[in-house]
């Protein structure tokens, strides 16, 4: 009986598996995921846009028969209240859709193979989504304007309101759609939230009971509203414009993380 000898030695070592490739850095990778979500996004571009500015333009001529025209704190919030429900129709509600469909048909797994730090995947999806809100916004204010007889001058402030309280919207909408068990609750949790951007943001707070109050002051949206709103009054206290949206771009900040430690949560199962 013969022994097998063993393979000459070499000098080499046996090498062990091969590195992964480094992970892509941030910014990098969110331009990335931020294209190709726009790309997949555009086909649905017109439907979306319709949809969400036919919607605040219909409360918008409904809240009209109601509400007189002229400078009056009513007719400043029905305005300001239509035009960001624009970034919560798309924000709060496709958002949490989105995602709700991506973790129950399993798409989060193509995401979780790609060398991508998760905040990009959160931030790409939520910047494409709410790029498309930015026209049916500014369409919705001029003609809430016209309509509730408000100036029209100030209407460069949706560049700021808009990314701002999409951001908290954004946030909030990601991570429900993570974080639901189903995604029937995942498609409900967004419809409750962008109800109550419709309900708190859209009505005048006159006369609204301390409870609802309350719920509003919690709800990202407000802030968004208040700011704009503010900007339709002959001298604006611009010192609470930019408390309000520093308030949006906090919770934005907040609402942003919470959604990529679901991200994180959702693919590690």
Request: proline share 7%; aromatic share 6%; net charge positive.
């Amino acid at each position: 009986m013969t022994l097998l000898s063993a393979p000459p030695r070499t000098g080499r070592t046996s090498a062990g598996p091969a590195p992964l490739a480094p992970a892509a850095r941030l910014l990098p990778a969110l331009a990335a995921v931020y294209r190709a979500q726009l790309a997949r996004a555009r086909v649905a571009r017109i439907p979306l846009l319709f949809v969400a500015t036919f919607q605040s333009v219909g409360i918008l001529v409904m809240m009209r028969g109601v509400v007189d025209a002229g400078q009056s704190s009513a007719a400043r919030s029905v305005v300001a209240g239509s035009s960001v429900l624009v970034v919560a129709f798309v924000a709060l509600n496709l958002l949490a859709q989105y995602f709700g469909k991506l973790r129950a048909t399993g798409g989060l797994d193509h995401y979780a193979t790609l060398p991508v730090p998760p905040a990009s995947v959160v931030l790409g999806a939520a910047a494409a989504y709410a790029s498309f809100t930015l026209p049916g916004t500014v369409l919705t204010a001029a003609v809430g304007a016209v309509m509730f007889g408000l100036p029209l001058g100030q209407l460069w402030v949706l560049l700021a309101v808009v990314p701002l309280a999409g951001a908290a919207l954004s946030g909030l909408g990601a991570a429900c759609g993570l974080l639901a068990p189903r995604q029937e609750i995942a498609t409900m949790l967004g419809q409750l939230g962008m109800s109550a951007a419709l309900l708190l943001g859209v009505l005048p707070v006159d006369h609204l009971p301390q409870p609802v109050l309350w719920l509003r002051d919690a709800l990202p949206s407000t802030y968004g509203v208040e700011a704009f709103a503010r900007t339709f009054t002959p001298e604006p206290d611009w010192a609470m414009v930019l408390a309000d949206l520093g308030v949006c771009a906090g919770v934005g900040v907040v609402s942003l993380t919470v959604a990529t430690w679901a991200y994180r949560r959702a693919v590690s199962r």
